[in-house]
């Protein structure tokens, strides 16, 4: 497969809302995440909708309503640190698993996600 067809092949829309639902739903209850966060994770989570599906090489829905996402600045204000970061990276993993999203494409996201991630650190501990 290719990069641009993940959206496809995971099941488009469908599997982007479970797997967006399940990491929120993890986000909202971790000890780390919680404090950066706003309590009410709608916008939050349809906004990451947004994200995701331009992100697996689906339509650009991001782009068409906020623009160039410039994500790395976006996050500036919340302090990112590795432990956050691997936060992160665990209610993602925990919401792959949720999903049901299959290999190879479970992987290839979590691969491309933790650097992603990585990118998005912005404190020392
Ligand atoms: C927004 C934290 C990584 C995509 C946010 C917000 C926080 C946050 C606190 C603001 C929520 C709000 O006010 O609604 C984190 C932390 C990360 C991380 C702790 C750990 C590394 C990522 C990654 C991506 C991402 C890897 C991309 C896949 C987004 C998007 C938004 C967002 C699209 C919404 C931006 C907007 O307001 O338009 N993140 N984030 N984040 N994050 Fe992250």
Redesign the pocket.
């Known amino acids: 497969y290719q990069q641009g067809n993940i959206y496809e092949a995971i099941g488009g829309a469908e599997a982007v809302d479970r797997l967006v639902e399940a990491f929120y739903k993890r986000v909202g209850q971790h000890p780390d995440?919680i404090p950066?966060?706003?309590d009410d994770?709608t916008?939050?989570a349809r906004?990451?909708k947004q994200?995701?599906t331009q992100?697996f090489g689906g339509p650009p829905l991001?782009i068409q309503e906020?623009g160039h996402?410039m994500?790395r600045a976006?996050?500036m204000p919340?302090p990112?640190t590795p432990t956050?970061?691997d936060?992160?990276?665990e209610c993602m993993a925990g919401a792959l698993e949720e999903a049901e999203i299959e290999e190879p494409y479970k992987t290839s996201i979590y691969e491309r996600?933790t650097m992603?991630?990585n990118h998005?650190?912005n404190r020392e501990e």
């Open positions: 995440l950066i966060f706003p994770l916008e939050t906004k990451q994200f995701l992100f991001y906020h996402p994500l976006r996050h919340f990112i956050r970061r936060a992160w990276l996600l992603t991630a998005m650190m």
